[in-house]
């Protein structure tokens, strides 16, 4: 039962993953690591959300991480033999920049959080993740104006949590 889901829902799932690794073979990965991880963890899933949901969040916490891992393997540094003049990267983000940008990343994440999960789960697939209402509509079965006003709702809500930050 669990597998066929799976079946008809990879293309989609792949689609989100590629858009992340804009490389098939590495989405492919992707939406298969996270296959292994919905099976390991089955016995979490509650069914408060439907199932593709469930898969589709998984789906975008495997790429994360693959694009984290990706970046740590990017950064790997050649022999000192194998450089030429050429070959020497450019300077690097001021590191400033990377704190204060890591640091608004992660009050963003906590005031998503701390959403209500009706809007938190509408902001998150049609503001962040990019689908239509009519899509979140009907893979949900909440009306296309509710879940425009759960959206609207959890901006307005997400705006004074992380003024209050």
């Known amino acids: 039962m669990l597998v066929r889901q799976f079946d008809e829902l990879r293309p989609r799932l792949t689609s989100v993953a590629l858009r992340f690794a804009r490389d098939r073979h590495s989405a492919e990965d992707i939406v298969q690591s996270a296959f292994e991880k919905a099976l390991r963890n089955l016995h979490q899933f509650r069914g408060r959300a439907r199932l593709s949901t469930w898969l589709h969040r998984i789906v975008v916490n495997e790429s994360l991480m693959w694009l984290?891992?990706?970046?740590?393997?990017r950064?790997?540094?050649?022999?000192?033999?194998?450089w030429q003049e050429a070959d020497w990267p450019e300077p690097g983000p001021d590191p400033a920049e990377g704190l204060a940008t890591r640091q608004?990343?992660?009050?963003?994440?906590?005031?998503?959080?701390?959403?209500?999960?009706?809007?938190?789960?509408?902001?998150?697939?049609?503001?962040?993740?990019?689908?239509?209402?009519?899509?979140f509509s009907a893979e949900t079965?909440?009306?296309?104006?509710?879940?425009?006003s759960r959206a609207y709702r959890g901006r307005q809500?997400?705006?004074?949590?992380?003024a209050e930050a």
């Open 68 to 73: 984290r891992a990706e970046g740590r393997r």
């Open 75 to 82: 950064r790997r540094t050649l022999p000192v033999h194998d």
């Open 104 to 135: 608004d990343s992660e009050r963003l994440h906590a005031g998503i959080a701390r959403l209500p999960e009706e809007e938190r789960e509408v902001l998150l697939r049609c503001s962040l993740e990019g689908a239509s209402y009519e899509q």
């Open 141 to 148: 079965g909440v009306h296309r104006a509710a879940a425009k």
């Open 157 to 162: 809500r997400l705006r004074s949590l992380l």
